[in-house]
């Protein structure tokens, strides 16, 4: 197969870049760089069946022509910033919802019709149902890149309808792993090398999250793409347990040795727009087959030791 | 009040129009006039507390001139050929989505912060549950036409949630009565006049739908805007029955004094995306006190009347 991945270069791209390339096949990597990090691609591009196209998913005449020849498409590209969306409300629009139609043209016009997209649990808002199925009621968005994403979703749907397309829609909580790149262990993290003695946490610190390892992310998407027979597929992405933010916060310091006065900004959500309570059923997604193999706690840990092992990335988003 | 009406030249925008400068307010019509007609706002035009902005909602920088001033914005401009969508995939995008997004920054700069938005039972895609409530599953869509007007709903609740907006935003079924333009009553009507002896049926006859008579519809628009009182209030706006497509061509006929050969095209959807069933839950509309007047028998023969009358509106289109 040739696979085509938008944010190739980025935490979960690069990952997934490099599973298909050890599964034996083709793919080509599309990324700006704005977020995404040559260095997550080293070993890819060793590869003879590896290449990397420098472009903007907005170009969308650069993009058809990237598109052409390929098998798959998975757009993973995003403005994955969540927290600052009502700082520039058409960011979200452009970077997911427009960006989503343009990799769906760039589909269309070259007859590539299997596509994986990188939603969000956050488009259920604020649940009402926990653990929150695929078929939750139709919620009302409390933030402009859950919106963006909500839009993308239905795009996908509606090519897949309408042209004959074929798509596998899931809905990640929040990814940890190696090339963690922002979220909070990194902002965690950042505080306590800056202060190891006090730390600001947003909200109460009782927001309730759940959080999924990187390896099993690609595992899932993987397994669902192999065995998932629909015309449209949504399926949610995430573990079968939950942790408070001071959890993850305690096993952070924990592993750092630290001991730090916490301060509270005060309040059930972090931002607006944050959702106190994420917590995404996984029935469907186990129906395929797919089991987790790290537990949020060992895959906090293990985001935190990459860190520590990799200061560059901590630098290299301080520089942005 | 001082209202702003986006789409303000078109069929239900000009009714709409004409209700609030008789309930004494002043309004604002902006329209492109692509489909808007200006004889629809023949009446409007003479009323001193009343003015039409020519104008594009896809112009920001002039629809962020027009809106300052204003307490509440309806927006109800949209492309609303829901069955052509496939024909040209970036038409709902930008005349529904960037639109959308176009009318809620005008409004934040302008710090306007109630809008009402014309969405559509489209949104259910094909739902399992009838008549279908507002808390309907999250469903996957099957039209760029709804996938378009559900980005705007995420666009406006986000909006609502991140800068303090109040929204209205309403379901619509498919609107029927004085002003209608385009839908199943035209094409059969136009069809009828071009040969009274046979006429063709796309799908099988046998699709279901849901109808609202215009005055209901401004009524319930209303009544909601009066009465709810959440951040966000999503109302379905529809009739407390369906008809078959049959039925509404019988319905044409008899009062056209007509008995035509029917050719159906076949199958249980009339277009690609088209939903063979649509019947809205209305139960969270009546609970705030609105009934409604029109059967929809009642409202077909009466937008039958209407086009019988008014012939140019048949030529108007057929220039377009």
């Given at each position: 197969m040739?696979?085509?991945?938008?944010g190739g270069?980025?935490?979960?791209?690069s990952n997934l870049v490099d599973r298909l390339l050890a599964d034996g096949h083709r793919v080509t990597a599309y990324d700006n760089l704005s977020?995404?990090?040559r260095p997550f691609l080293a070993d890819a591009s060793k590869n003879p069946r590896f290449a990397l196209i420098e472009g903007d998913v907005l170009d969308?005449?650069?993009l058809k022509r990237a598109v052409a020849g390929h098998d798959f498409v998975f757009h993973l590209a995003a403005n994955a910033d969540v927290r600052f969306g009502t700082h520039h409300p058409d960011r979200d629009l452009q970077q997911n919802t427009v960006a989503t139609f343009n990799v769906l043209e760039a589909m269309r016009v070259n007859g590539v019709k299997r596509i994986g997209f990188s939603s969000t649990g956050s488009v259920y808002g604020e649940p009402e149902v926990f653990p929150t199925p695929e078929t939750a009621p139709f919620p009302i968005q409390t933030s402009l890149y859950a919106a963006s994403k909500v839009a993308g979703e239905g795009l996908i749907s509606a090519y897949a309808h309408g042209f004959g397309f074929q798509a596998f829609v899931f809905r990640f909580v929040s990814i940890l792993g190696e090339r963690y790149t922002h979220g909070h262990v990194f902002d965690f993290y950042a505080k306590l090398l800056a202060d190891?003695?006090?730390i600001e946490v947003l909200g109460n610190g009782k927001q309730r999250k759940s959080y999924l390892y990187v390896q099993d992310c690609i595992n899932a998407i993987l397994t669902v793409i192999a065995k998932a027979g629909d015309a449209v597929n949504v399926v949610n992405l995430g573990a079968d347990e939950y942790c408070q933010v001071d959890d993850s916060l305690g096993w952070i310091c924990e592993r750092l040795g630290l001991n730090p006065k916490c301060q509270y900004a005060g309040g059930a959500r972090g931002w607006i727009g944050?959702?106190?309570f994420i917590f995404l059923d996984t029935t469907k997604l186990k129906s395929f087959g797919w089991r987790q193999t790290l537990s949020i706690r060992e895959a906090?840990?293990?985001t935190l030791d990459y860190l520590r092992a990799n200061p560059w990335v901590l630098e290299s988003r301080k520089a942005a």
């Amino acid at each position: 197969m040739n696979y085509f991945v938008t944010g190739g270069a980025g935490f979960i791209g690069s990952n997934l870049v490099d599973r298909l390339l050890a599964d034996g096949h083709r793919v080509t990597a599309y990324d700006n760089l704005s977020t995404g990090q040559r260095p997550f691609l080293a070993d890819a591009s060793k590869n003879p069946r590896f290449a990397l196209i420098e472009g903007d998913v907005l170009d969308l005449p650069l993009l058809k022509r990237a598109v052409a020849g390929h098998d798959f498409v998975f757009h993973l590209a995003a403005n994955a910033d969540v927290r600052f969306g009502t700082h520039h409300p058409d960011r979200d629009l452009q970077q997911n919802t427009v960006a989503t139609f343009n990799v769906l043209e760039a589909m269309r016009v070259n007859g590539v019709k299997r596509i994986g997209f990188s939603s969000t649990g956050s488009v259920y808002g604020e649940p009402e149902v926990f653990p929150t199925p695929e078929t939750a009621p139709f919620p009302i968005q409390t933030s402009l890149y859950a919106a963006s994403k909500v839009a993308g979703e239905g795009l996908i749907s509606a090519y897949a309808h309408g042209f004959g397309f074929q798509a596998f829609v899931f809905r990640f909580v929040s990814i940890l792993g190696e090339r963690y790149t922002h979220g909070h262990v990194f902002d965690f993290y950042a505080k306590l090398l800056a202060d190891p003695h006090q730390i600001e946490v947003l909200g109460n610190g009782k927001q309730r999250k759940s959080y999924l390892y990187v390896q099993d992310c690609i595992n899932a998407i993987l397994t669902v793409i192999a065995k998932a027979g629909d015309a449209v597929n949504v399926v949610n992405l995430g573990a079968d347990e939950y942790c408070q933010v001071d959890d993850s916060l305690g096993w952070i310091c924990e592993r750092l040795g630290l001991n730090p006065k916490c301060q509270y900004a005060g309040g059930a959500r972090g931002w607006i727009g944050d959702s106190p309570f994420i917590f995404l059923d996984t029935t469907k997604l186990k129906s395929f087959g797919w089991r987790q193999t790290l537990s949020i706690r060992e895959a906090v840990v293990r985001t935190l030791d990459y860190l520590r092992a990799n200061p560059w990335v901590l630098e290299s988003r301080k520089a942005a």
